[in-house]
T-cell receptor, first 111, second 111 residues
Framework: QKEVEQDPGPLSVPEGAIVSLNCTYS??????FMWYRQYSRKGPELLMY????GNKEDGRFTAQVDKSSKYISLFIRDSQPSDSATYLC???????????FGQGTELSVKP | SQTIHQWPATLVQPVGSPLSLECTVE??????LYWYRQAAGRGLQLLFY??????ISSEVPQNLSASRPQDRQFILSSKKLLLSDSGFYLC??????????FGQGTRLTVV
């Protein structure tokens, strides 16, 4: 079993839709949770960062962590064609720990 | 502000040839440095990480090695490339106050 599981998609939605991206993980020791966005042929860029459980909102993006279910989510409201990219979840055990990535979900937002 | 440089952007190498990819970071001191590989449609696989000059940890036994000759320089090498070494190689850095920031990657094709 992989430490972090993420549906690779592809996921295709119309412009303006609400997008829900998810990851599950197996190790309850993970404390720090991140979402990265990666455009084609580019390096990943950090989108959201949360510590432990709870929600965090930044503009159209909301990151949610449910440690009891070992489940994290990223919601994108009013999705735009420019949101089309691969979204990678990542997590680590502690402040200095290694970053473990999910497989990434490919998202396409159609005009 | 901090920046990370990674080169070359694209590389085509014959099987059995050597490899040297370089990554440098500006604007920070004593960063943690990472090399990841991303196969097509896959997540990021951690290859090496370094917490200081000359300190290298290997995550996956393979045909590659890493070195950190200076505080902000991280080099990925191979003496003889295999077809299976093809992929997208990403360098990243972080310090005690940030999450990981990635370079723009090197797309390596071994032919």
């Amino acid at each position: 079993q992989k430490e972090v599981e993420q549906d690779p998609g592809p996921l295709s939605v119309p412009e303006g839709a609400i997008v829900s991206l998810n990851c599950t993980y197996s190790n309850s020791v993970f404390q720090y949770f991140m979402w990265y966005r990666q455009y084609s042929r580019k390096g990943p860029e950090l989108l959201m960062y949360t510590y432990s459980s709870g929600n965090k909102e930044d503009g159209r993006f909301t990151a949610q962590v449910d440690k009891s279910s070992k489940y994290i989510s990223l919601f994108i409201r009013d999705s735009q064609p420019s949101d089309s990219a691969t979204y990678l979840c990542a997590m680590r055990f502690n402040q200095g720990g290694k970053l473990i990535f999910g497989q990434g979900t490919e998202l396409s937002v159609k005009p | 502000s901090q920046t990370i440089h990674q080169w070359p952007a694209t590389l085509v190498q014959p099987v059995g040839s050597p490899l040297s990819l370089e990554c440098t970071v500006e604007g920070t001191s004593n960063p943690n440095l990472y090399w990841y590989r991303q196969a097509a449609g896959r997540g990021l696989q951690l290859l090496f990480y370094s917490v200081g000059i000359g300190q290298i940890s290997s995550e996956v036994p393979q045909n590659l090695s890493a070195s950190r000759p200076q505080d902000r320089q991280f080099i990925l090498s191979s003496k003889k490339l295999l077809l299976s070494d093809s992929g997208f190689y990403l360098c990243a850095w972080r310090d005690g106050y940030t999450e990981a920031f990635f370079g723009q990657g090197t797309r390596l094709t071994v032919v």
